[in-house]
C-alpha cells in the first residue's frame, strides 16, 4: 500500500477544486441536487463498476476488487451544508445566502471521491468490494442514513464493515491527526419540545391569569440544574435548553411559550433517566404554576459505537501509509447519524475524528467563520484507501 500516498498527492489539485466547487454552491438536506449530480460524474470519470441512487440526493457506487470475490467494506460521506452565514472571506466562498459548509462535509465529499479514484486505480490489489456511501442530510433530523439502511444500502452486497470519518478544528494546529478511540465514540441526541400554556391577562389583575412566562423561565433553570444531577456519573448526561444553532430556541407569546431542550447522552441509561426527569419536572413545573406543559420528544441520533477490532484495523492501516493516528482518551461529545449505519444492522463500524488544523484561529464546528485547512484531505483520502484495502485483505 506504499504506493497510495504517492498517488494522493498526484490528484491532491483536482481534488482541491473540487471541494471549492462544492463549498461554493452548498445544500441543505434533502436539497442535494446540484452536489449529488456533481459526485454522479465525477465517479463516471473515474470509472466505478456502478452508480447507484437509493433516494433522490444519495449516491452509492461500487468497486469491484480483481483479485476475486470477497468481503464488501463501505466507505461513508455525508454531502449537505448547513443553514449558517458564511463569514470566512474566502474566494471560494458561498455563492447561496444563508447556507454554507460549516461542518466539513465538503471535504468529506471531497474525499471520499479521492478514495474512490484512488481505489479504482489500485482494483488487482485487493479482493471483494468497496461500497461508497454519499449520505444526504446528516446535520437535519431525522438525518439520512436510516432513510438508507431502509432504502437497502447495506445489502447488495451485504456490508461487512463501514468506516466514516469527520474533520475537526485543532487547537494545536494539527493536520492529519486521525483520532482512535474504542467503544462508544459520538453521543446520542434528542430534543424536546416543549410549550407552557398558560393564560394571559391584565397587569392589574395578575390572579387571573396564568404565567407562562414565569413558568418557562423557572422551567429553564430547573431543567438545565436538576436533571444531570439525577443521573449516575457513569451513564453521562446532559440537557441544555435554548442554546440551538441555527433558530429560535426559545419562543414567547401571550399565555405560551415554546423552547426546544437538546439532551446529549452516553449511554442508554443515562438517555432513559433524562428523559423520565425531564418529563416529571415539566409535570410538577406546571402543578406549581397552574399551566399545562406540553413535551414532546423527537428522537434524534444514537450512540456511535467503534467497534475495537475495527478501531485496531485503522490504527494499523493509517500507520503502514505513513499516517498519524493516536488514541484519544475521551470520547467527542458531539453526534452523528453514520451510528444507525452499524446499530440498526449489526455491522462493524468505525468513525474518526481527523484534525484539520487552524491552531488559535480556529472556531467551532457549525460557526460561520470556521475555515479548515485543505491539506487534511491528502491525509483523509490516504486513510480511507489504506483502511478499505487493509479490511479486505486481511
Known amino acids: 500500500m506504499s504506493d497510495i500516498r504517492s498517488f494522493v498527492d498526484t490528484i491532491f489539485d483536482e481534488l482541491v477544486s473540487i471541494r471549492r466547487d462544492i463549498h461554493a454552491h452548498p445544500e441543505t438536506g434533502m436539497h442535494e441536487v446540484r452536489t449529488s449530480a456533481l459526485i454522479r460524474s465525477e465517479l463516471e470519470k473515474m470509472g466505478v463498476d456502478e452508480i447507484r441512487q437509493p433516494l433522490p440526493t444519495a449516491v452509492v457506487a ?36 444563508g447556507i454554507m459548509h460549516a461542518c466539513g462535509h465538503d471535504l468529506h465529499t471531497t474525499m471520499l471521491l479521492g478514495a474512490a479514484k484512488t481505489l479504482c486505480q489500485m482494483r488487482d490489489q485487493f479482493a471483494g468490494t468497496v461500497k461508497l456511501i454519499f449520505e444526504p442530510s446528516e446535520d437535519l433530523m431525522p438525518g439520512g442514513a436510516r432513510a438508507l439502511v431502509a432504502a437497502g444500502v447495506m445489502e447488495n452486497p451485504h456490508v461487512d464493515a463501514i468506516f466514516g ?32 400554556h398558560g393564560k394571559s391577562g391584565h397587569g392589574s389583575a395578575p390572579h387571573t391569569a396564568r404565567d407562562a412566562i414565569a413558568c418557562a423561565g423557572y422551567l429553564i433553570t430547573v431543567l438545565q440544574t436538576v436533571v444531570s444531577r439525577r443521573i449516575d456519573p457513569m451513564d453521562t448526561a446532559v440537557l441544555t435548553v435554548g442554546t440551538m444553532s441555527g433558530g429560535d430556541a426559545v419562543n414567547i407569546t401571550a399565555g405560551e411559550a415554546r423552547m426546544v431542550a437538546v439532551l446529549r447522552s452516553f449511554s442508554d441509561a443515562g438517555r432513559d433517566t433524562a428523559i423520565q426527569e425531564v418529563r416529571r419536572i415539566c409535570k410538577g413545573i406546571g402543578i406549581a404554576f397552574d399551566c399545562d406543559i406540553e413535551v414532546n420528544l423527537e428522537e434524534g441520533y444514537a450512540l456511535q459505537y467503534n467497534d475495537p477490532a475495527m ?20 470520547p467527542f461529545s458531539g453526534s452523528e447519524d453514520f451510528s444507525f449505519f452499524g446499530k440498526l444492522t449489526g455491522t462493524p463500524s468505525a468513525f474518526m475524528m481527523i484534525d484539520a488544523g487552524r491552531g488559535e484561529n480556529a472556531v467551532s464546528l457549525h460557526n460561520g467563520k470556521i475555515v479548515f485547512n485543505e491539506e487534511v484531505m491528502k491525509h483523509g483520502v490516504t486513510g480511507m484507501a489504506a483502511i478499505a484495502v487493509e479490511y479486505l485483505n486481511r
Do not use: W
Not at 476475486?68 to 458561498?94: M, N, Q, W, Y
Not at 441526541?189 to 407552557?196: A, E, M, N, P, R
Not at 485503522?314 to 484519544?328: C, R
Open 62 to 97: 461500487l468497486i469491484h476488487g480483481k483479485k476475486g470475490p470477497g468481503k464488501c467494506v463501505a466507505l461513508r460521506a455525508d454531502i449537505d451544508a448547513l443553514p449558517v452565514h458564511e463569514e470566512t472571506g474566502l474566494p471560494f466562498a458561498s455563492e447561496t445566502e
Open 165 to 196: 470519518q469527520h474533520v475537526c478544528p485543532s487547537e494545536n494546529d494539527s493536520v492529519g491527526r486521525m483520532q482512535l478511540y474504542k467503544g462508544y465514540f459520538t453521543s446520542a441526541v434528542d430534543l424536546f419540545h416543549i410549550t407552557v
Open 311 to 330: 478501531i485496531d484495523l485503522v490504527n494499523k492501516a493509517v500507520t503502514a501509509v505513513g499516517g498519524k493516528a493516536e488514541f484519544i482518551d475521551k
